[in-house]
């Protein structure tokens, strides 16, 4: 999964339809590099990030949806505001990615009108303050709990199982350890057959790893990402999907399947 952030900064050449122009032509490239979905976001689920409107929101995204109609991979739009689901659903997603897990009623009432899959996201606390002090007692136990919690949930409310996709939410109220922690034990996310999704890629736990910036963390991203795999991951959330892609297909010629090592029998 490719990551197209359209945001004011990220595509600025003036112009709104320059800049969905921009993000659209960007897209195209991640599947090019070898992207099998792509997940489109304008900004409002960001760890700190501050509030943007629906309007805005909404601005920033469907103009790029719109224009990646027909483009041959799924697109993922990642909000938590149930307008923009609806009418990224109208526009053509497949996928709504929402780091709060369908948790508001209305946002659950947009998935299920539709027919499109979803991702249910953990996360402690709100993107603004969530950094501040996570605390967990098991943050494994509580994060696999909290999304069985969610499955169950969905499911209850008629959005079928093959149509939900589980993801621990990396540095989500979240500390080095407990991201650490979480990505040594993704394999006990593995429940119910529900596919684990993993966002690792350029994330601040690289940053202390390494000691770089946000752009200089393709080569860390790179492992965080076959790692994931390793333990059970389905699909990576990546910004580099070149340097991803090279990665995997070692990882494919020497596994011949993706994912973890089929479990021992005596
Ligand atoms: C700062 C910190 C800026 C984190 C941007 C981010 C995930 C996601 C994001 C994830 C799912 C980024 C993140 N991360 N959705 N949206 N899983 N499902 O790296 O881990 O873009 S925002």
């Known amino acids: 999964m490719g990551v197209v ?17 921009a ?5 195209r490239r991640l599947i090019e590099e070898g992207a099998d979905i792509l997940d489109i976001g304008g900004e409002s689920t960001r760890p700190g990030a501050a509030p943007v409107s629906v309007d805005e929101e909404r601005r920033r995204v469907l103009p790029v949806l719109e224009r990646l109609a027909g483009c041959g991979v799924p ?6 505001k149930p307008e923009v689901m609806r009418h990224a659903i109208s526009a ?30 953990h996360k402690q606390g709100e993107p603004q303050t969530m950094q501040q002090n996570p605390h967990y ?11 069985e919690r969610r499955v169950r949930a969905v499911e ?9 996709v589980i993801d621990p939410g990396f540095g989500f109220g979240k500390d080095f350890e407990h991201n650490l922690a979480l990505l040594r034990g993704l394999r006990s996310l593995s429940f119910l057959g529900v596919p684990v999704l993993a966002g690792l890629s350029r994330k601040a736990m690289l940053g202390r790893l390494t000691g770089k910036g946000p752009a200089d963390r393709v080569h860390a991203s790179v492992a965080a990402a ?8 389905s699909i990576v959330r990546v910004h580099d999907v070149a340097a991803t892609r090279d990665a995997i297909a070692v990882w494919w010629a020497v596994r011949g399947t993706i994912g973890p090592a089929p479990a021992q029998t005596e």
């Open 137 to 147: 007692d098991d943050v494994v136990r509580e994060v696999r709990e909290y999304l």
């Open 75 to 80: 697109l993922s739009v990642d909000t938590r």
């Open 23 to 27: 993000a659209a032509a960007y897209a």
């Open 156 to 164: 209850a409310a008629g959005i079928a199982r093959d149509r939900i």
């Open 226 to 233: 076959l790692l994931a795999i390793a333990e059970g991951a």
């Open 5 to 21: 952030n359209v945001t004011p900064d990220s595509f600025s050449d003036g112009g709104q339809f320059g800049s969905a122009d």
């Open 92 to 121: 053509g997603a497949a996928l709504i990615n929402d780091v709060s897990a369908l948790e508001e009623p209305r946002a659950l009432q947009a998935v299920t009108a539709s027919t499109v899959a979803v991702c249910l996201m």
